[in-house]
């Protein structure tokens, strides 16, 4: 159940915390599950960074249908998504998501992501006022700033708004075009776009998350 503040947060910045929304003895086995693939899949052991080599962790998605990670869909989240996106109005996920595994850069600091990177996860189609899904990040362990958290833009739900009610319902589509089209539609976002040596930091802290949708049902959409 989301609080008047957490709904404002919501409102104003496109995105909301739900601290303790599963235990921290369930995130701990979710993590524990993690870490042991890793180390018999990659070597990548968890009391030794040096082995914390692995650009781009690949190979972990069998896992996602364990029945340790079902508590992410606990009644915290759904609760919330109930109240986002309506009761009924939307699809319980058949698992929560993919893995995204980061470990801190070796000899560098974290940059801000390329332009390719930055885009948006729903198509532009939705009507006016009408949320078309969530995405949820679940955090396995403690992520500060500049260690891992996948980047977002505050308040960029406005600017999207702001877009598409400039365009004619035909040209929100085909959503690649769109994406970088709306991108190109502001100078601070084409600015960032092009910011790749920006450096924002970065710690020896290490970040599980997994990523999941929660979209209506396509009647709907």
Known sequence: MLGPQQREAFDAHGF??????????????????????????????????????????TGLQDLKTNAVFDPIGGPALTGALDQLLGPNAWQRPQHWGQFLVTFPPRGAETALPSAALWHTDFDFLSPPGQLAGALVFSF?????????????????????????????REALQPMKRVRKAYMQSDPWLEALGEARGGATGSNGNWAAKRRSTASPPASMS
Do not use: K, N, Y
């Open 16 to 57: 909301v915390r739900l601290p303790g929304a599963f235990s921290s003895a369930e995130a701990a086995a979710m993590a524990d599950l993690i870490w042991a693939t890793l180390a018999e899949r990659h070597g990548v052991r968890r009391d030794a960074p040096e082995t914390w080599s692995v650009e781009q962790v």
């Open 140 to 168: 396995l362990s403690p992520v500060p700033a500049h260690s891992g958290g996948t980047a977002i833009l505050l308040g960029s739900h406005r600017v999207v708004a702001q877009f598409v009610a400039r365009q004619p």
